[in-house]
């Protein structure tokens, strides 16, 4: 049997298969953030799909955090009942699912917080939104935000949380030079920078316990001049996981870099070769890093799932784009229909997001 498939676990999160289902922007919350119906249907689609593990998000742990109208809010009491509809339709449906916990940055949508938005340091001038420098009270309030988040998506019977802080939103802001150029304890060298994320960790573990699993998503690198290296990453990660991170989900680039390293590519990797876009910074992430890693990014194949996972390059396959297409992608996988992926990345899906029409494959709709 392919080890693919095999059963795994992360602490108490016993796992069906090695195949994790990347957290995006759904766009089907309610205008409060709360979970709808069609959302809640999504991802029973693929936990009936066979996807191993769903990580549902990203979710806002405060309202000046939010991102874009209709994502997901785990920011108040009041969002509780969806979440909880949420998790016991996967859990019934035979799936686990994470809750990804996120801030936007500089990236927030004023025009939808109705707030300022905020930032390690004010925007890069000509290249990234304007925002207000938080101060450290403020960067202690968001750290608390992100404990008290986890504790909602405990409570609503999430199977763990995910620390987004990866793609130039809040945490990978502060991560990066090309965003932070504070001076003070949060800024300068990758230890200073990382600081926040680490207070995040702690915030997390002090409301859900050390035996609720506990994961993060970073970059691989920013792919822009000055942004944060492979070498940061890797620093940031031997932090982490000597904090008592769980598993770590490998992406790269940010919201600033578009085009050919921005963190959702267009071009569909047309041979195995091209597939896999952060492979060397996984295999250093392999050499140096005793926690389990999920890579997420330009998989296309079975073939090459596989022999990311035998010569041990990573431990899970995350896909994102390709489960919008096809839900079930890794059931029809998993019966040996070893087709590749049919998503064309052509990034189409974000039509009908930006419509308020919710995530969806426009090409099955032809």
């Known amino acids: 049997m392919s080890k693919l498939f095999e059963q795994t676990s992360i602490k108490t999160l016993s796992l069906a298969n090695r195949f994790v289902r990347s957290a995006t922007w759904e766009g089907m919350a309610d205008t409060d953030g709360s979970c709808s119906p069609k959302l809640i249907d999504l991802m029973v689609n693929l936990a009936k799909g066979g996807v191993g593990l769903i990580i549902a998000g990203h979710a806002y742990v405060s309202r000046e955090g939010q991102a874009g109208p209709w994502q997901i809010g785990v920011h108040s009491e009041e969002m509780l009942p969806g979440l909880s509809r949420m998790a016991d339709a996967v859990h019934s449906a035979g799936g686990k699912i994470v809750l990804q916990l996120a801030h936007a940055g500089c990236y927030a949508l004023p025009q939808v917080t109705q707030m300022e938005a905020v930032g390690p340091s004010p925007g890069v001038h000509g290249k990234t939104p304007g925002c207000r420098e ?9 750290s608390d935000a992100f404990g008290k988040a986890a504790l909602r998506a405990k409570t609503a019977g999430f199977d763990g949380v995910q620390i987004h802080a990866a793609h130039g939103y809040l945490l990978s802001e502060f991560l990066s030079p090309f965003f932070n150029s504070r001076t ?7 230890e200073k920078r990382g600081r926040i994320v680490l207070e995040v960790l702690r915030s997390i573990r002090a409301e859900v316990g050390d035996n609720y699993p506990l994961l993060v998503k970073l970059n691989s690198e920013d792919f822009i001049d000055g942004g944060l290296s492979v070498e940061d990453m890797l620093s940031v990660a031997a932090m982490l996981a000597e904090a008592g991170i769980d598993a770590v989900e490998m992406s ?4 600033y870099a578009s085009g050919e390293y ?3 590519r267009t071009g569909n990797p047309a041979a195995p070769e091209q597939e896999v876009y952060y492979r060397e910074a996984a295999a250093r992430f392999k050499e140096k890093i005793d926690v389990p890693l999920m890579l997420v ?3 296309r194949s079975l ?5 990311l996972i035998d010569k041990g390059s990573a431990d899970y396959i995350s896909l994102c784009r390709p489960l919008i297409r096809e839900p079930g992608l ?6 040996d229909d070893r087709r590749r992926a049919a998503c064309l990345s052509e990034n189409a899906c974000f039509g009908p997001l930006l419509k308020g029409e919710g995530l969806y494959c426009v090409m099955d709709q032809h």
């Open 330 to 335: 890794v059931e029809r996988w998993r019966a």
């Open 184 to 190: 003070d304890e949060y800024g300068g060298s990758i």
């Open 134 to 142: 938080l101060s450290r009270e403020e960067i202690r309030v968001i």
């Open 262 to 264: 921005s963190s959702i």
């Open 297 to 299: 990014g330009g998989i």
């Open 303 to 307: 073939e090459v799932a596989e022999d």
């Open 252 to 255: 790269g680039g940010t919201i």
